[in-house]
């Protein structure tokens, strides 16, 4: 291949790689936690309300991922990482992003964005058609010239598209922030975290830096809203103490489970008797198998509050994973109750009835379930601990059908096609479990044919 092939060939594999940029982020690792998801939801609820959305209808769904970021990928779901958790100080900052990745999704960002994508892809074939022309002209630096160019020209309209974007939901998170009566403060705080990171890792500021940007400068961002937050009403807002004292708890509690046990041990020492560092304290011990040492500090969470059904949930997780099932069954049982039948923390109650061993346990086991994935259809590990019930007393039509609707969640599609085509074999005709059977197939077959159509992706 000439070295004029090689050049266009790269070319068009940036061509390729431009239009990969305006794709949903890639599948992350998602972290699903009851009282984390509590908080995330009345912390936005007034924000949603103000966007005009239905609070409901909006999922804020949190992501294992140590960068400060979120998102939005499609529908009406923000994605937050757990590093912007860990860095930020305040629940008034989480705010400050939830009001804007609103403006997102009220902004039609992400349907929009594919048009940004399409315009710069149009530029770029040009070039490369002008290119070409050139080559076969015998013309070869000419040809480069005029790809190089077309591919600047492309990257500099997909990205400018995108710090439009960007600007047009900062302002709509202010207004937001603003029309719910909370502060913008923690905003702008947030935004200073980012620019901090850019000068830590040496990210240039100049105007030939800021061409290859998906963002606006920082910098620029905080002098626009700060601004328009100054002048508003609620700029002097005080914030919600007990969404602070929220946010502390699930902050220590994501740094238990996540963070290095001894880097926990550091931040929170046994001198620190407050209930976010107990939560974390909780969590690092257990994940060092020092059971009576984790256990010791949910039962000083409980001495403060009984009938905290977090803390009980917590001693429940750990006497559960450290083959205490029974131990577990009486405080799961009671956490279970306090938050009439949560989804996750009733999967954790059918989990420590199932590992019992007891057969007698079953039928409870099954009716909170049940219950759970009536609740809340897309938690996988629910389905699969119903599956195990139904396999326990014979009954493997209903068991192939939790089957299916585990594996259409974790993208198993030809499994969970081949379970749900059992599952409907099985079933009375025409009750709600085969009528569902045929859906979930449906649904398998749909996304089988996606992804042949893609050229791509899980097959199994």
């Not at 530029?123 to 002209?137: D, E, K, N, R």
């Not at 198993?412 to 197939?441: F, H, I, K, M, T």
Request: aromatic content about 6%.
């Amino acid at each position: 291949m000439s070295a004029l092939a090689h050049h266009l060939a790269r070319c068009l594999a940036a061509a390729a790689a431009l239009a990969l940029m305006a794709q949903p982020a890639a599948a992350q690792s998602i972290l699903r936690d009851a009282e984390t998801e509590a908080f995330l939801d009345d912390i936005s609820e007034p924000l949603v309300e103000a966007s005009g959305l239905r609070p409901g209808n909006v999922d804020l769904v949190l992501i294992n991922d140590p960068s400060i970021n979120a998102f939005v990928a499609g529908g009406q779901a923000v994605y937050i990482h757990s590093g912007l958790i860990d860095k930020a100080e305040t629940a008034n900052e989480v705010q400050g992003v939830i009001a804007h990745e609103l403006g997102h999704i009220t902004g039609g960002h992400i349907i929009r964005q594919s048009e940004g994508a399409r315009a710069a892809s149009n530029i770029s074939l040009l070039s490369l058609l002008a290119g070409i022309g050139a080559a076969l002209a015998g013309a070869g630096d000419a040809a480069m010239a005029a790809v190089m160019a077309g591919q600047r020209a492309a990257l500099g309209k997909f990205l400018a598209y995108t710090r439009t974007e960007e600007s047009s939901a900062d302002l709509a998170g202010a207004q937001y922030l603003s029309d719910a009566g909370i502060s913008g403060k923690g905003s702008l705080d947030f935004f200073g975290k980012l620019q901090n990171q850019e000068f830590r890792y040496g990210y240039s500021q100049d105007d030939e830096a800021a061409f290859t940007r998906t963002h606006p400068l920082s910098g620029d961002r905080i002098a626009m809203l700060r601004e328009v937050y100054q002048k508003d009403p609620a700029w002097n807002a005080a914030p919600d103490p007990d969404f602070q004292q929220r946010f502390a708890r699930i902050k220590a509690k994501l740094a238990g489970y996540l963070a290095d046990p001894q880097q926990i041990m550091r931040v929170y020492p046994a001198s620190d008797t407050s209930v976010g560092a107990r939560y974390a304290r909780a969590y690092a011990y257990h994940r060092q198998a020092k059971v009576p040492e984790a256990l010791a500090e949910t039962e000083a969470l409980l001495a403060s509050a009984p009938d905290d059904p977090y803390f009980l949930e917590l001693q429940g997780q750990i006497l559960l994973e450290s083959g205490r099932p029974g131990e577990a069954l009486g405080v799961l049982r009671r956490a279970t109750a306090l938050t009439n039948a949560q989804p996750l923390i009733a999967t954790l109650f059918g989990h420590a009835l199932i590992a019992t061993e007891d057969p007698a346990n079953h039928a409870e086991a099954e009716r909170v379930l049940r219950a759970a994935v009536a609740k809340d259809r897309y938690n996988p590990f629910a389905w699969r601990q119903l599956g195990t019930v139904y396999a326990a007393r014979g009954d493997l039509p209903r068991a192939r059908l939790a089957s299916a609707e585990q594996q259409v969640m974790t993208r198993e599609y030809e499994l969970a096609l081949r379970s749900a085509r059992e599952a409907e074999a099985g079933l009375p005709e025409g009750s709600p479990d085969w009528l569902r059977a045929q859906d979930v197939a449906l649904e398998a077959r749909a996304m089988l044919e996606r992804i042949r159509e893609d050229g791509g992706g899980s097959r199994r």
